[in-house]
């Protein structure tokens, strides 16, 4: 079956560390993204990418980093750098049509400890 | 830049219908999604507008005004397992390709 698979599902990391969320998607599609939720808030754009090795900022890429050297993987670090790191992380692709809808991973839940 | 605002929370009795609405201002558009999410899950894909009017599937119905920037998800013969978060989300190709930006949903509580 296709699908999109964001590993660990739970992730604690100690102040200081960088830690790196992965995000596979067989789904053949070209456009992949990252999103942070906090409690209560909707989905912000971290980074998104529309084609291998190429990827854009989102509203809050600060303390972030992504590559896409292969089309069905997007792997997000977290570096030292994000101040406030803990929150929930969801990873989605898409195809490139106007009313493609996106199919979400599972989320990634980091806590810094 | 964008802005997308929605109610916080609404709630709501089981067997009525409820409308959440969505307003937007965005420097382009092209299209605009409903999701539900339940607490720590990811979201699901409702409905897709980009032309103006209504667009119904079973018990949700989803409306779209281009020239108002409006939208609303209308949900009939609430159940009980419609508690969730409803989330608006925009695609505008100006400020973000070909993702969505969402506002910060609608919480909603349906009682008994």
């Known amino acids: 079956d296709g699908g999109i698979t964001q590993s660990p599902k739970y992730l604690f990391r100690k102040e200081g560390q960088n830690v790196t969320l992965s995000c596979e998607q067989n789904?053949?599609?070209?456009?992949m993204y990252w999103y942070r939720q906090d409690p209560g808030q909707g989905l912000r754009l971290i980074y998104y990418s529309q084609i291998v090795n190429d990827f854009q900022k989102g509203d809050i890429a600060e303390g972030y980093s992504v590559s896409r050297e292969k089309k069905e993987s997007f792997p997000l670090t977290v570096t030292s750098a994000q101040k406030n790191p803990t929150a929930f992380y969801l990873c989605?692709?898409?195809?490139?049509?106007?009313?493609?809808?996106?199919?979400f991973g599972s989320g990634t839940r980091l806590t810094v400890v | 830049g964008q802005n997308i605002d929605q109610p916080t929370e609404m709630t709501a009795t089981e067997g009525a219908i409820v409308q959440i609405n969505c307003t937007y201002q965005t420097s382009g558009f092209n299209g605009l999604f409903w999701y539900q999410q339940h607490a720590g899950e990811a979201p699901t894909f409702l409905s897709y507008?980009?032309?103006?009017g209504l667009e119904e599937k079973g018990r949700f119905s989803s409306f779209l005004s281009r020239s108002k920037g409006y939208s609303y998800l209308l949900l009939k013969e609430l159940q009980m397992k419609d508690s969730a978060s409803y989330l608006c989300a925009v695609r505008d190709p100006n400020q973000a390709g070909t993702a969505l930006i969402f506002g910060k949903g609608t919480t909603l509580s349906v009682s008994s």
């Open positions: 989605a692709s898409s195809a490139m049509g106007q009313g493609s809808d996106y199919t």
């Open positions: 789904l053949n599609h070209d456009a």
């Open positions: 507008n980009v032309l103006d």
